[in-house]
């Protein structure tokens, strides 16, 4: 019988949703004439990254998946000095059948170089990029045995014909294997972009066993001339020893540069990073033998023009006049303009005739600068069929980044000094076009570039103008640092905040006015002279201090602890409380108990039934060494009595719940350290009425809906929206009759204005509203252009935005606000909420962990613990299948989340002072207060630990109608940048038909004392 040797296993999968197999494939590669074998062949289905390169002996292991590659699919072999095998994969198998595992491929006559000895005069040049410099800034890298047949390469510019390759030169970042053997290939360079043909006779082989450093690779044996731009790149073929991982150099993308992954692979175009290879060069010195290298003149042309807000600076004339100048030389063309900023607003086609472009040239004059910068609709595709792209652009984008994806040869002209050069060049050098900076380059130099394929060697390493001068120093008040003190340039949004040591660092030029602020001390003027160290001593506000002591002292309240009774502002941890009037007959167990206090979980069962916080269940998911040492559950504390959870919860005392005085959680490190270790997850302390620091206290009186004396008495309080009153600038807008009138109108009052006020484009943006939602958006939009480093002005511009649902433009401004203000809480808590409405759940999902576990460095999410887990459970109960909940506690999972009524206040600026009211049914209010007067404690730490949000329930309470009152107590009348609120209100939160409603208001609207909001609870 005959012995079968082809191994062919096939592996079986299944699950409920899909099943498939495995199939692995052994053959061996010989001459179909000498029967010798054929070693580093490549082998694999085309373009379907799967493949691998047969062995010194020409054997080679294949496996695919029969559910992917079909039997009709073809295995492609192919090798230098060989025809190249296409096969079905039902024909290799009876093929291997027939031939006992073996495949012959048929020798292929070689087509040699014709190599002319001549006696002309020639010089040696190095082209490409050398080794590691200064471009080298990333690095590319083959990791992992399944890399067999992957490639590396870049192109080469070549411009002298009969040039002959004697060296090829790389540096080696890193190599951890024994030791590799690289194939060096070089294809001819296809103008779609891409490599071509290999050029070579004979495989070049090199083993590399280099830790690091520069590897030189000898080709002059080889022979190898070339006329035209070719593609050199390295092939691995062979790992010695057990372990891949290899680096070369790269650069910040100044040429394509391609990967295959695998062998037979599709060659992908990097658009990222450029690949470090240099090639050493013998080359004629007759001027006769140079390539032509004048670009191919376009019959279409795609011209972008930024209109946004920020290139009404551009140096124009000298725009337009390399516009006309390359346009006379062009001669006959078609030119589509698109005029771009938040978004396309206009498109016409002009033809050129003998180079004409005055009427061009006049449609880009008659160009009117607003909105801010987003380049997602441009450069993605080419409709016009164009061979050319001019883009006159800074490249500084306030939403979507610029990015090319159409391979085109694209010039990107720019005359700003705030550009970013370095990004625009690596954009023009992705369609082989080029960077031109008129602020740098000539005329003549800028034509030729356009004209002409000249390789773009400029290093742009700082993206942005340097400024005149950086004024840095401390803030203090008696000898004491003054952290969060705010430090504005006068009349702009230039702005700064002290750190924890009271230092700042600002831009600001000699006669500017730094205004400094900071809550508790009189505000302060500086001139700015030619010094730039200024250190800044703030006067208490003293008459302020006086009313806030005499307050503290008719408002002391006792608290019992431990060490015995205490001032409750010296206790020093914060605490979650329910006293024995919380308790009632229906109270069965001490766990109803429990669950009562705020940002507690309970998860398991039987033994493992545990009390938590949600911040240490976080804190420990991914099961660190050590973990199991120490319980990262809070110690329960009966009567000064430790117990630990680890223990068991059945090991409790029994309790009498009516004779529970308090139930405490502490979930503080600081506040638990009596407990040694045994409280570095908090505590819960219960004490009852057997305890000699359980004393009966007078009930401390609690703001109340329900408390006598504060009957709700109608004052004849305007609603908001009868309340506000237009600004002068939108009152003149309002006479205007037709829209084009009202445009006009405002590009004259803002070019009136030093200084654009964010109320102003917020409130022009409304008033447009009714004419064109684009153009609104578009003015709402300028806030970003101007006040891009000012998180109080994007905050206002985010806050809009939402309101308007418009969630991805919001994202980018909420992201810019987190990267502006890293450590300040509410950042990371805005971008969950932002990610959840673009539905990025992932990235929603992965911020609650970090959040809830407190481990975003630098971050303190302590003081809006219970709005994060709020949130985060209805998270989770509106997205559970759109994420993995892995490692998400029971408790969170399980538990059937939702509120009659959610209310949540964010507003933009934590200094700010106002109060809430909220009136029940009944008549009866509760006022909150945000004041220095009253609540000092917490504007300080909204200002250290950066967030400015206040949340209420109304769960099961009172039907009827409720009113929510706000009252503005700060002055902004004349501030550019004044206080925005946002107010959120939800209805049956958590729930399929949850409803929520979103407004946003200048805080300054609301003076004096205005309705915001009346709903029925049902």
């Given at each position: 019988m005959k012995r079968l040797f082809i191994k062919i296993y096939f592996i079986l999968f299944s699950s409920i949703i899909f099943a498939q197999s495995a199939v692995k494939i052994e053959a061996t590669l010989l001459d179909k004439i000498t029967k010798e074998p054929i070693s580093y062949a490549n082998i694999g289905f085309f373009e379907k990254a799967i493949g691998t390169v047969s062995d010194e002996n020409g054997h080679f292991t294949l496996l695919y998946n029969s559910s992917y590659i079909k039997k009709n699919e073809p295995l492609q072999i192919s090798t230098l000095g060989y025809e190249s095998l296409k096969i079905q994969i039902h024909e290799l198998f009876d093929l291997l059948l027939k031939?006992?595992?073996?495949?012959?491929?048929?020798?292929?006559?070689?087509?040699?170089?014709?190599?002319?000895?001549t006696n002309e005069k020639r010089e040696q040049k190095t082209i490409g990029i050398n080794g590691i410099n200064k471009k080298a800034k990333g690095y590319w890298y083959w990791m992992g045995k399944h890399a067999l047949g992957g490639e590396i390469a870049t192109r080469i510019n070549i411009k002298k014909r009969?040039?002959?390759?004697?060296?090829?030169?790389?540096?080696?970042?890193?190599?951890?294997?024994?030791?590799?053997?690289?194939?060096?290939?070089?294809?001819?360079y296809e103008k779609k972009g891409f490599p071509n043909n290999n050029l070579l006779s004979k495989n070049i082989y090199h083993v590399i066993n280099k830790k690091a450093g520069i590897e030189t690779i000898d080709l002059k044996p080889y022979d190898i001339v070339v006329n035209d731009d070719i593609v050199i790149g390295i092939e691995l073929i062979k790992i010695y020893g057990d372990r891949l991982r290899f680096e070369v150099a790269g650069n910040n993308y100044l040429g394509p540069s391609y990967t295959r992954y695998i062998s037979q692979d599709k060659w992908k175009r990097n658009i990222?990073?450029?690949?470090?290879?240099?090639?050493?060069?013998?080359?004629?010195?007759?001027?006769?033998?140079?390539?032509?290298?004048?670009?191919?003149?376009?019959?279409?042309?795609?011209?972008?023009?930024?209109?946004?807000?920020?290139?009404?600076?551009?140096?124009?004339?000298?725009?337009?006049?390399?516009?006309?100048?390359?346009?006379?030389?062009?001669?006959?063309?078609?030119?589509?303009?698109?005029?771009?900023?938040?978004?396309?607003?206009e498109s016409k086609v002009f033809p050129i005739t003998r180079g004409n472009s005055d009427e061009l040239i006049e449609y880009l004059k008659d160009t009117e600068y607003e909105g801010a910068t987003n380049y997602a609709d441009i450069l993605k595709e080419n409709t016009f069929d164009a061979q050319t792209i001019l883009v006159f652009t800074d490249g500084n984008a306030q939403f979507e980044a610029l990015k090319q994806l159409v391979?085109?040869?694209?010039?990107?002209?720019?005359?700003?000094?705030?550009?970013?050069?370095?990004?625009?060049?690596?954009?023009?050098?992705?369609?082989?076009?080029?960077?031109?900076?008129?602020?740098?380059?000539?005329?003549?130099?800028?034509?030729?570039?356009?004209?002409?394929e000249i390789e773009d060697e400029t290093v742009y390493e700082d993206v942005n103008i340097k400024v005149i001068h950086t004024i840095y120093g401390s803030v203090t008040s008696d000898s004491l640092f003054i952290q969060g003190a705010k430090i504005n340039v006068k009349n702009s949004y230039v702005q700064a905040i002290s750190d924890v040591d009271g230092n700042y660092k600002i831009e600001a030029s000699e006669d500017d006015i730094l205004q400094v602020s900071a809550l508790g001390m009189l505000p302060k003027e500086v001139l700015v002279s030619n010094q730039p160290n200024v250190n800044i001593n703030l006067k208490p506000d003293g008459q302020l201090l006086d009313e806030v002591l005499l307050r503290a002292k008719a408002k002391k309240e006792i608290v019992l602890t431990p060490f015995g009774k205490k001032d409750i502002n010296s206790v020093g941890y914060s605490t979650s409380e329910i006293t024995s009037k919380d308790i009632s007959a229906s109270h069965q167990t001490l766990e109803q108990l429990i669950a009562k206090l705020p940002g507690i979980m309970i998860t398991g069962i039987g033994e493992r039934r545990r009390y938590s916080f949600p911040i240490n269940t976080f804190a420990t998911l991914g099961g660190a060494k050590g973990i199991a040492e120490i319980d990262p559950n809070p110690v329960i504390v009966i009567d000064d009595v430790m117990y630990m959870q680890s223990d068991g919860l059945d090991k409790l005392p029994p309790i009498d719940l009516q004779t529970i005085v308090s139930i405490k959680a502490i979930k503080s490190?600081?506040?638990?350290?009596?407990?040694?270790?045994?409280?570095?997850?908090?505590?819960?302390?219960?004490?009852?009425?057997?305890?000699?620091?359980?004393?009966?206290k007078k009930p401390v009186k609690q703001p109340s809906a329900l408390a006598q004396g504060n009957d709700y008495l109608d004052e004849g309080i305007s609603f908001f929206e009868d309340n506000k009153e237009p600004s002068k600038y939108i009152k003149q807008l309002s006479v205007a009759a037709t829209f084009e009138e009202a445009k006009n109108m405002y590009y004259r009052q803002k070019n009136q204005m030093q200084v654009i006020p964010t109320s102003y484009v917020i409130e022009a943006s409304e008033y447009f509203e009714k004419w064109d939602k684009d153009f609104a958006y578009n003015v709402l939009s300028n806030i970003a252009e101007f006040a891009y480093n000012n998180p109080k002005a994007l905050l206002s511009l985010a806050y809009n935005l939402d309101e308007l649902k418009y969630y991805e433009q919001a994202k980018y401004i909420y992201e810019r606000i987190a990267e502006l203000r890293p450590k300040d809480a509410q950042s990371h808590r805005n971008l969950t909420q932002i990610y959840e409405k673009t539905k990025?759940?992932?990235?929603?999902?992965?911020?609650?962990?970090?959040?809830?576990?407190?481990?975003?460095?630098?971050?303190?999410?302590?003081?809006i613990e219970q709005v994060i887990a709020n949130e985060f459970s209805r998270f989770l109960a509106q997205n559970r299948n759109k994420i993995d909940v892995t490692g998400i506690p029971s408790d969170y999972l399980n538990a059937k989340f939702k509120y009659d009524q959610r209310i949540v206040f964010e507003w933009n600026e934590p200094r700010s002072e106002f109060e809430f009211q909220f009136v029940n049914p009944l008549k009866k209010f509760y006022r909150w207060s945000h004041t220095q007067l009253e609540n000092q404690a917490q504007m300080m730490d909204e200002i250290n630990n950066g967030y400015a949000i206040e949340e209420y329930i109304i769960d099961d309470a009172e039907p009827g109608e409720w009113i929510i009152n706000i009252e503005n107590l700060t002055?902004?009348?004349?501030?550019?940048?004044?206080?925005?609120?946002?107010?959120?209100?939800?209805?049956?939160?958590?729930?399929?038909?949850?409803?929520q409603t979103v407004k946003v208001v200048k805080l300054d609207d609301c003076n004096p004392?205005?309705?915001?909001?009346k709903f029925i609870n049902q």
């Open positions: 031939n006992n595992n073996k495949i012959f491929l048929n020798p292929e006559p070689l087509n040699l170089n014709e190599i002319r000895l009969n040039t002959k390759l004697l060296e090829f030169q790389f540096y080696v970042k890193e190599n951890l294997s024994d030791s590799i053997m690289v194939r060096i290939n070089v294809y001819n990222e990073n450029g690949v470090n290879f240099s090639v050493l060069t013998s080359i004629p010195t007759n001027k006769d033998k140079d390539i032509s290298i004048v670009r191919t003149v376009p019959e279409r042309i795609i011209l972008y023009w930024d209109t946004s807000l920020s290139m009404q600076n551009r140096a124009i004339d000298s725009e337009l006049q390399l516009l006309e100048d390359y346009l006379n030389k062009v001669k006959n063309t078609s030119v589509e303009v698109v005029k771009f900023s938040t978004k396309i607003s391979y085109v040869p694209a010039f990107y002209i720019n005359t700003s000094s705030k550009a970013n050069k370095e990004l625009l060049q690596k954009q023009a050098n992705y369609g082989e076009g080029h960077f031109i900076d008129l602020l740098q380059t000539t005329k003549k130099d800028a034509l030729n570039f356009m004209l002409n490190v600081v506040g638990t350290n009596r407990y040694g270790s045994a409280g570095a997850y908090g505590a819960i302390e219960i004490r009852t009425s057997a305890s000699a620091l359980s004393e009966v990025a759940y992932d990235k929603a999902l992965q911020l609650y962990k970090l959040m809830l576990s407190n481990s975003i460095e630098g971050a303190d999410f302590s003081a002055n902004e009348t004349n501030s550019i940048n004044p206080t925005y609120l946002k107010y959120t209100a939800y209805k049956n939160y958590g729930l399929p038909n949850e409803t004392k205005v309705t915001f909001d």
